[in-house]
Each structure stands twice: as C-alpha cells, then as structure tokens.
C-alpha cells in the first residue's frame, strides 16, 4: 500500500510537472475580437470571385430539410461563382458543439445560434459574430418580420452584457408560436367543441379523460416537452411584460410570483388528474407526437415545427388554436423566431454570407416553408394560409399574438442552465415530487445565482 | 503518442479547472474554487449518490449473477455452455446510441415490457420505467446489468475452469455438498477474476455517459444524472468548462482509488 | 428422473432463462425493424411479413455506406496502429526492469480512468490549433492514444502469464530481445492480441462523443453519429429507426461472432494477472 501510495505522489507531481511544461496560459485567451468593419454596408457583392461557405443548421426534419437544400441550390445557381456546404445536426448535437465550431479557425461562415444566455451571449462575447445592423437596413430585415419587436430577443449591447435591446446580431428564417394542436376526429367523437375560454378547456381535458382518451399528449422524457406546456400555462396566469423581463434576465425580476405559482398549480393538477398521456415521463417526443398523428389523443402542445407531423397524415383531421384566455381579454402565448442565423466574425466574405441569410429568410423560401407544412419568420401574403388548415391557424396565431405584442420568450433562454432546472423540475412536478412553490423558488434560486 | 493525446490533455485539464472559464471567451483564474464549489455542489453530490446505486447494477448484481451461473455450470456437462457464454456476452459489443434505441422503445409505457406483463397477468405491475421518479434509475441499471453480466460470466467461467480438479475431489472427500464446496474451492479459486471483473464493471458504473445520455438524459428531474454527465453538460452546454474539469479530476481519482482498494482487497497475493 | 437428471433441466432451464434476457432486446429491435418504413406499433408485434425492405430504405436514406467506410477506415487505423505500438511496450512493461517503469506504467492506467468527457474540450483546442479538426487523423489520433493505455495494460499482463523459461530458452539460442519478442511470444499470444484488436476495434467503431465534437464534415461522419442525425430526422418512424441502429451495430456484431471463440479465450489469458 505505502508503495503505492509513493506511485501516487509521484503521479500527481509528474502531472502537475506536465501542467507547468505545457505552460498553457488562460484558456481561451487566444480569441479574436471583433474586426470592426465601419461603414456602409450593400447588398451587392462581387460575383466574379470564386467563394465557397459552410453553413451550419439544425434543419433535420425531412421537409424543412429538403426545403433548406433546395434553397442553397436556388441561390447557387443564380450567384454561380458561391458553392455551399451545408452541414446539419439534430439539436442536441448541434447545441453541444456549435461554440467550440464557431471558435474554430475554420468556423463556419453562416450558421445558427440560440438565443439567450447559453449560446448568443457566449458568442458575443467572444467577438464570434458579426454585428448585423448595416446589413438590415440594406436588406430590409428590419421591417421584414412583422412587428419590429419579434427581432428583440435578436439584440444584445455591443458588448453582449444586455438582452433585448441594441445591436441586432442575427436574423430567422421561421416563426414559433405555441399553442394547441387538435384532433377534430376525436373532438367530435366525445362530443365536444373547440373551447373558447379556459375553463372550457379544462372541461374538454376531463370529458377525454373520463372517456378514456389521453386528453393531452406530450413526450416527458425528453424533458422539454413538458416546458412548453407550462410555458403556455405561464403566459395565461402572469402579466407578458413579467415573463420577458424574467426571461432576459433583467433585474429585479421573478418566477416566484402569484401568477407563474398559479401556473405552476395547474400544471400540477394535470398531472395529478392525469390528464397527461399515460406515462408520459417516459415518453420520448417523437413517440408521443407520432401516437397523436394515429389518432390516440385529443391535444398536443407544441409549436409549428411539429405540424407537419400531425397534418401530413392527418390533413384536415388536425387543428390548431391558442390556448385560450381565462378573461375576456387576448391571451399572450410564448412565441419568438426561431434559432437566428449569424455570420461569423471569422469570414472572409460577410457580404456573401448576408447575401445567402437574405435568400434563406426572405419572401420566396417563405412560400417554400409553407409548401413544407411549416411557418415562416417573414409573411408572404400567401393565400395558403388563408384557408381552413391548421398552418393557416397557427399562421393567424403568429400575427395576432405579434401585432398586438402578446408574444413572451421561451422560459429557457433566461440562464444557461435554465433548461435542465425548468424541465427536470417540471418533470418531477408533474408527478407530484414537489410542490408549485418548491418548484417556483428552485427556478428562481438558478436565476438568481446566474443574474447576481 | 499516449503522452501527447492522453496526457496532454489530462495536464490541460486539470490546468482548466483551475479557472472559471466558458469555452469560449477568456478564462478567470480561481485557484481551487471549482474544486470548493464542486464539492459544496448538492447537485454532484446526489450525482455521486446514483453513481453508487449503479455500482450495485453495474458491479454486485452482474457478479453475483456470473457467481452463481458459474458455481451451477462448473461441474455440469450440458451441452451448449459455450454458446450461451457467447450469447450473454454480445450486449457488450453493442454502441450506446443502439442500446438507447433499443431500450427507449423496451421501457416506452406501450412498449414491450409492459405488454409482456400484461400478458402474463401482471398488468398491475405496469410502469412508466424511465420516466417515474422511483424507477428511472434502476430501470437505466438494469441495462448496465445487462451488458456487464456477459462479461463476468466469461471472466469467472475461465478462471473456473482453471482450478485444478484435485481441490474439488479434496473438499467432495470432506463432505462437502455442492453450497459449501462453492464457497470453499470455486470463490477462493477465482479471487483474481473477481478483482477483474469487479475493476472493470466498477469503473463502467462510475463512468456511465452514453446510456444515460442516450435514454433519459438524467431526467425525470435529477433521478439519473451522474457526473459523467454533469461533466458533459457543463462542458458542452452550459458553458462550465472549469468545473467540469474539476468534477472530471475529482472522478478520476476517485476510480483509481477505487480501483487500486478493489485490487489490494481481493486479490490475493503471491 | 434421477438426481443429476433433475439438476440437468435445472442448468438447462437457467441457461434458456439467461439466453433470452440476452437476446430479448435485441430480438425486438431486429423484429421492429422488420415492419415496413412509417409503421406505428404498440408493444412487439408481428409484421405481416418479414421483408428486408426497411433496411434497405434505411441504408439508402441514411448515407450508411459511406458512414461505414468512414467507421471501418478509422476504426482500422486505430486497431493497427494500438497493436504495433502496444505489443513491445506490453512486452517492455512485461518483462524489464527499466527505470520508472512502474510510475510511466500507473500514468498509464491513469488513461483508463480519467472520464473521457473531461478531455474532450481540451483535445478539440489542440486538434483546432493543429487545424486537424474535421479530419480522420482527429479521431484516430485521441482513440489510439487511449487504446494504448489499455493494449499496454492487456499485453503486460499477457507477457507476465507466459513462463520466462521460454525467452530464456531463445535467447540462449542467440535471439535478441526483438526476435524473441516477434517470433516467440507473439505467437503464443495470438488469443490475446486477437482478443485486444477486437476490443479496440468494438470501442472505436461505437465512439460517439469524440466524433461529435471533432467531425462536423459529412464526409468525415462515423455510423453511430450518423445514427444520431438519423434518430432525430425519422424519430417517429420507429421501424426505420430500428433498422438503422441495427445496420450500425451489424459489423461489430458479425466481427465479434466470427472470432467469439478466440476472443472470449483471449479475454482469459490478457486478464489473469490484471
């Protein structure tokens, strides 16, 4: 033992003699800051030069996938002298990796971050990414997504200390509104209609119930789902000007509030009264949303992303409606674009680079997106989603909740660890291992100590 | 070559969690604070906590499990030992990311298990195994199990097969019945098998990512996270590289220390 | 039925009762994956015929050819580059005395214990400052470095197990280290050495998290990481998915099965003095 125990030490020493000899100063220290590029910035760019960029995105779901390829041919075929290298991930993948490849030397030109202080701050911060000012008033972006305040959530302080407000850094292709996907078929079977206020909501969750249909379905185990489903809860019971300012971190803000407990309560309820699919924590998602798309529930909380799931094989049989108010007045819903794309301060040809954000997120591949079953961030004016299909409904959605300001920020960007306290908090909530006010001070004791 | 890509590192990673830093921007120098914190952390506690209850999944039950089938093959002459050796040892040669496909859909509350136990009327019995509270972290074991039993087994019929027949006929004339001359001849004869096989499954259990990466993610709540996990999302998601580092040095003296006890207690020495 | 008849059906039954915890799960996946592409099932259900056509659906959409190419081809680099190195450093470790043999031997062990997910980072810095990333070499290079850790652990162990009367008796014959070494005990240690490539060779094919950080070029992509990519684009397509992670563990199965008899004698002889 004393013998190895000597081994030890020496190991240790030799380990702190290699530490000192590879003499590596701070980490990260080697990180650019922003080159500066003054200036008015314009939409043209040479197009003799040979150029070749490597975008990055999370598009993995075939249809938006197929849409995002089809938009990079479109746009090498009318700038000959660009190719693009497309490169796509599954969230998860892409989200653990995206920052150590946006540091890179060899970062990608074009690529999608998240907002919020996990990914976008750390990328501003570092001097990553480009400011994008110059390039939206050249092309428009300013004006392009409908009510300006949509890009908030997009604008950081030059020196990324401040959210929502400043410098814009990036823009979205898609627009995410949550709210309440249904199925007409099942609907009618149990005899009921669309609710138009809250309690009637409730009343069509415990008729399901009662008749044995799982009134809401969601995948548990992948832990975020069951956030989106109190993030709509949330935007009912507490003022929307209290959830963003939570959400961006400003201070003074809180979660342990009467309004976001209230929420907390009712999430509580659900689960207790079992109004969650059977087993639902240990459901994963895609399970979850594929038993919907067959017809075994009645709702499923979600976003636009997931409606071609639903429509594709369901067609018409799938609605879709915000969840509706507990008074007279409009509900907020939580809604934002989606990841935005950036342009790396590591490129030797922003200008291309804006140019090709411009394509992906303008009115054409808007049309594109809807042909695909999902919304997009700019309004074509196309006569798609006027009619009677879900898309048109969450498209409605999208506008009214906008225009009348009543969009609040995912739960989730409010610190970099908020996902993992909020959705596995949840998680244990929804099966009565904790309290709605355990839950509500846990939540804000991560704010805290992130925003101190 | 081992120097550059496995102890350079090892040397940069310690030197990290020296600092606070995000992966990205500059770091800030705090000495020992990630260590301080990470021991102060209630969440690497609790993390450490499941690491022990998968030793028990990982290890003892897999060793027990390879005892017992060992004590009842060592002497039998039934035919097709080498092919069930062969059949329980594939689960180890499987990638994570399949096994979690596998399991995913084996634990789904329609899944698999569940309609077994209806069908055999346990219907009662039914549960959400990965995602209630109770259950998510023994349900996540019993895939270690499952994978690590194989090896023991092969480990301990080897070395069974090793001790010589003298001992057996030596206890056989002393009376003793088949219990007794396990624990007199076979579990002596196999110490330093044990001290393998217990080594080998115990840094598995403390080092368990990919399965639990791949089903609940540590979820429900924190019912499954262990610090091999804590170390990736701090790593790659929250941006905690320092800390994650530091919980990184502190599980792998752990294991050593481990490892090196497990050694010293079981195997005998000659 | 006499005695030893009763415990015959007893081992019997205990063995079956093992077998099919074993192989359950993987029935399941492999019957899953026989349903047709899209299919939603509930528990294990018969397809209604066993068709291949979902694997060759999967193959195709999942780019696997060219993701297998890429996993043998790495996985090929590692397991020989860990054998040339690890055998005469098992053997040096094994049989000489040399100074600091014993501390250079537990830093090496160390290698085996450090949680991977700790050096990542660090390596990802190192490999993008030697501009290495999205190259096979990224992957090779960290995934030799800790096979060697253990090869050299597993052939020390074997070069201690064989009698010292047999290097003695070649080296009498005028042998030198290096000829004893190759044409002495490499030989014998066949099962061993047989039993360390297929280890390594099962490690680096399955290696997930090193490739996701360090590859994000498709043409570079391993199975298991195209297996990520394809869970989350056709994840509500449970047969296909089944499919693909069939395909993607099919070459290690089939590696495993066809030198199992080898290999589970080898895990013996490198193991017997861990």
Redesign the interface.
């Known amino acids: ?1 004393m013998h ?1 125990l000597r081994t ?1 030490l020496r190991l240790t020493l030799l ?2 003699l ?2 000192a000899v ?1 003499g ?1 100063g ?4 080697s ?1 650019g800051a922003v080159t500066a590029r003054s200036g008015p910035v314009s939409t043209g760019f040479d197009t003799g030069e040979k150029v070749s960029l490597t975008m990055w995105d999370d598009e993995t779901s075939p249809g938006d996938s197929k849409a995002q390829d089809q938009l990079i041919h479109e746009f090498e075929q009318r700038y000959p002298n660009v190719t693009v290298h497309r490169v796509v991930k599954s969230f998860d993948d892409y ?3 995206i ?2 490849a ?2 890179s030397s060899n970062a990608p030109d074009v690529f999608q971050g998240n907002e919020g202080y ?1 990914v976008d701050q ?2 501003i ?2 001097g ?1 990414i480009l400011p994008l000012d110059g390039q939206a008033a050249a092309y428009g972006w300013d004006t392009r997504f409908g009510n300006p305040l949509t890009l908030d959530p997009l604008r950081w302080s030059a020196d990324g200390a401040t959210w929502g407000s400043g410098t814009l850094w990036g823009v979205a292709q898609k627009a995410e509104v949550l709210g309440v996907f249904y199925d007409k078929d099942v609907m009618s079977r149990l005899g009921l209609r669309p609710p138009r206020t809250f309690a009637q909501f409730e009343q069509t969750l415990a008729k399901a119930k009662a008749a044995g249909v799982p009134p809401v379905m969601v995948g ?4 975020w789902p069951l956030g989106h489903v109190f993030m709509v809860l949330q935007a009912l019971f507490e003022k929307p000007s209290a959830v963003s300012a939570w959400a961006f971190g400003h201070p003074g803000a809180s979660f342990d509030t009467p309004g976001t407990r209230k929420a907390a309560e009712v999430f509580a309820q659900w689960g207790a009264k079992g109004y969650f699919e ?7 998602q895609q ?1 979850a949303a594929a ?1 919907f798309a067959k017809g075994e529930g009645l709702y499923f909380i979600t976003g636009p992303w997931e409606n071609q799931t639903f429509a594709g094989p369901l067609g018409n049989r799938v609605g879709f409606f915000p969840m509706p108010g507990t008074g007279s007045a409009p509900s907020a819903a939580t809604g934002s674009l989606s990841l935005p794309y950036h342009i790396s301060s590591r490129t030797p040809h922003p200008e291309v680079a804006a140019a090709l954000i411009d394509y992906l997120t303008g009115q054409h591949a808007a049309k594109l997106l809807i042909e695909n079953g999902d919304l997009p961030a700019a309004d074509p004016g196309s006569a798609a989603l006027d009619g009677g299909s879900s898309l048109a409904a969450i498209a409605r959605t999208w506008r009214q909740k906008s225009r009348a300001g009543l969009l609040v920020p995912y739960l989730d960007w409010a610190t ?2 908020m ?2 306290t909020l ?3 949840l ?2 909530l929804s ?1 009565g ?1 904790t309290t709605p006010a355990q839950f509500t001070a846990a939540v804000q004791k991560d704010w805290e100590s992130a925003h101190s | ?2 120097a ?13 969690s020296l ?1 606070r ?7 800030t ?1 705090v000495g020992l604070g990630n260590y301080r914190a990470a021991i102060e952390d209630a969440a690497v506690r609790t993390a450490f906590q499941h690491s022990l209850v998968l030793i028990l999944f990982y290890a003892v039950l897999p060793v027990i ?1 390879g005892l017992a ?1 060992t004590g ?2 060592v002497h ?1 002459r ?1 035919r ?12 180890q ?6 096994v979690g ?12 298990i ?3 136990l209806s069908a055999v009327g346990l219907g009662s019995l039914q ?7 109770s259950t ?1 972290l023994p349900a996540v074991g019993l895939i270690g199990s ?1 994978i690590t ?2 090896l023991c087994l ?2 301990f019929m ?2 069974a097969q090793r001790i010589p027949p003298a001992r057996y006929e030596a206890a056989r004339v002393d009376g003793a019945g088949p219990v007794r001359e396990f624990f007199a001849v076979t579990l002596p004869g196999l110490r ?2 044990l ?2 096989a217990l ?1 080998l499954t115990v ?1 598995a259990a403390l ?1 368990a ?2 399965i639990i990466y791949v ?8 019912a499954t996270t262990v ?2 996990l804590l ?3 701090r ?8 800390s ?2 530091a ?3 502190i ?2 003296l752990l ?2 220390t481990l ?2 006890v497990i ?2 207690l079981v195997e005998d020495r000659p | 039925m006499t005695a030893s008849g009763v ?2 059906a ?3 039954a ?2 079956a009762l ?2 099919v ?3 359950a ?2 029935a ?2 492999v019957l ?1 994956a026989m349903h047709p592409p899209g299919a939603l099932l ?3 259900e018969l397809p209604d015929s066993l068709s291949l056509s979902t694997f060759h659906s999967a193959w195709d959409a999942g780019g696997f050819g060219r993701l297998m190419a890429s996993s043998l081809l790495v996985s090929a680099s590692v397991v020989a ?1 860990t054998t040339v ?1 690890c055998i005469p450093a098992g053997y040096a470790f094994g049989t000489m005395r040399f100074p600091g043999a014993t501390p250079i031997f537990y ?17 990802y ?2 490999f993008r400052d030697a501009g290495l990333t999205d190259t096979y070499w990224a992957l090779i ?2 995934q ?3 096979s ?2 253990f090869g ?1 652990f597993w052939m020390r162990a074997f070069f201690r197990s064989v009698p010292a009367e047999l290097a003695d008796a070649a080296r009498v014959d005028g042998a030198s280290s290096w000829r004893v070494l190759w044409r002495v005990l490499v030989p014998i240690g066949r099962p061993a050495i047989l039993t360390m490539v297929v280890l390594v060779f ?1 490690w680096t ?2 290696e ?2 090193l490739a996701l ?1 360090m590859i994000s070029d498709q043409a570079h992509r391993t ?2 990481l195209g ?2 990519t394809f ?1 989350s684009r056709y994840g509500v397509d ?1 047969p296909s ?2 499919a693909a ?2 395909l ?2 099919a070459p ?2 089939l590696v ?2 066809l030198t ?2 080898q290999f ?2 080898g ?2 002889a490198g ?4």
Request: hydrophobic share 50%; net charge positive; with cysteine.
């Open positions: 033992m190895l030890r380990l702190l290699c530490a590879c590596c701070t980490p990260g220290s990180g989200m653990s990796t920052k150590l946006a540091s996990a750390a990328l911060k570092a990553l548990g185990l992948d832990r059977n087993g639902f924590n240990g459901v994963s399970t038993r970099a660890s996902g993992d959705f596995g908090g998680q244990q099966q291992a | 070559m081992f550059l890509f496995v102890i350079a590192p090892m040397a940069d990673g310690a030197w990290i600092f830093w995000d992966g990205v921007t500059s770091g120098w499990v089938l009842l093959l039998s039934v097709g030992v080498s092919t069930v050796r062969t059949v329980i040892f594939l689960p040669v499987l990638a994570a990311v399949v496909v596998a399991w995913r859909w084996l634990y789904d509350p329609q899944g698999p569940n309609q077994a549960h959400s195994w990965l995602g209630d509270l998510a499952w039993t194989g092969v480990l080897a070395g330093n098998e001290a393998v080594s840094i080092r990512f990919d089903t609940t993610k540590g979820g429900p709540g924190d610090p091999s170390i990736y999302t790593a790659f998601v929250t941006g905690q590289v320092g994650a580092a919980i990184g040095a599980m792998g294991i050593l490892v090196v050694t010293r | 415990e015959r007893v081992t019997y205990v063995l093992f077998s915890l074993a192989l799960p993987i399941v996946i899953t509930t528990g294990v580059l190195l830093l090496m062990l160390a290698g085996m214990v450090v949680p991977f997910e700790s050096l990542i980072v660090p390596l810095y190192t290079l960290p030799t470095g800790l060697i850790s050299t099962m094919w399955n997930f998290l950080v199975a298991p297996l990520s869970q449970v998915v089944s992670a069939v993607v563990a290690v199965v495993y099965l199992q008899r589970l004698r895990m013996l193991s017997i003095r861990g």
